[in-house]
């Protein structure tokens, strides 16, 4: 599985880039505007010079003109920019066009598995189900993940599974369980794969111990 983060933040980037399991990265419009960025290209292309992976650029336009030409423009900031289009109507039409025309794209806002067949057959190199949303409305975000999953195994459609809207490690480790392709989370979860209270309490017993072994020797 691919580990990518979700975010703006180029400081929060460096340090999973630092960490060693960072494949890449999804950010957009709003999580730039958290951080006060105003030129939304400009930081695209510095974190398209940070790292090798992917980074996803999403679209601000909801016509399919109009989507096609930002999708261009995007697309030519870096050889590793996979443009983020939304899943409506004029989405999947530009997302066929976008494709034919050897451009990446990452299919945002998936909520169903029939949307998601929708995207693959239009030609989305990714397809981001929103998990933690649909779990804020009582609906279960795993069971779309292993929908897609499967419906992608049954055709072989080549479209990554990008699980999306990740909120804690549990929904890592289901979306790894069941197949996704990629996870792409906050920094925090990224920290949270990385914690278990045995780890904390062994790692400590074992210093404990070293430390009492050293002072037997220097007495």
Same mark, same amino acid.
């Given at each position: 599985?691919?580990?990518f ?7 929060e980037i460096q340090?999973?880039?630092? &960490?060693?399991?960072l494949?890449?990265?999804?950010t957009n419009p709003? &999580?730039?505007?958290k951080?006060?960025?105003a ?6 292309a510095?974190?398209?010079?940070m790292i090798?992976?992917?980074?996803s650029?999403e679209?601000?336009?909801?016509e399919?003109d ?6 261009r423009?995007l ?6 920019v996979?443009?983020?289009?939304? &899943?409506?109507?004029d ?8 494709s034919?025309?050897?451009i990446?794209t990452?299919c945002t806002?998936c909520f ?5 067949l929708?995207a ?9 189900p929103? $998990?933690g949303?649909l ?11 292993e929908?897609?999953?499967? $419906?992608y195994d049954?055709y072989g459609?080549e ?17 790894a ?7 792409t989370m906050?920094?925090?979860v990224i920290d ?6 045995l ?13 009492s &072994?050293q002072k037997e020797?220097?007495?």
């Amino acid at each position: 599985m691919k580990f990518f983060i979700d975010t703006a933040d180029l400081d929060e980037i460096q340090e999973a880039h630092d &960490l060693g399991v960072l494949d890449g990265v999804t950010t957009n419009p709003s &999580l730039c505007a958290k951080i006060g960025v105003a030129d939304f290209e400009g930081h695209i292309a510095k974190i398209c010079n940070m790292i090798e992976g992917d980074v996803s650029a999403e679209v601000v336009s909801t016509e399919y003109d109009e989507i096609v030409e930002e999708a261009r423009h995007l697309a030519a900031i870096a050889e590793n920019v996979v443009v983020k289009v939304p &899943l409506i109507k004029d989405g999947i039409k530009a997302i066929r066009t976008l494709s034919d025309e050897g451009i990446r794209t990452n299919c945002t806002l998936c909520f169903s598995a029939t949307q998601a067949l929708l995207a693959a057959k239009a030609g989305a190199t990714y397809i981001s189900p929103f $998990i933690g949303r649909l779990d804020d409305i009582s609906e279960d975000g795993m069971q779309l993940i292993e929908d897609v999953v499967t $419906i992608y195994d049954n055709y072989g459609y080549e479209t990554e599974v990008l699980a999306a809207s990740i909120r804690h490690p549990m929904h890592v480790l289901e979306s790894a369980r069941l197949g996704a392709d990629v996870a792409t989370m906050p920094l925090s979860v990224i920290d949270q794969l990385l914690h278990h209270p045995l780890t904390d309490s062994g790692l400590e017993r074992f210093l404990a111990d070293w430390d009492s &072994l050293q002072k037997e020797l220097a007495e």
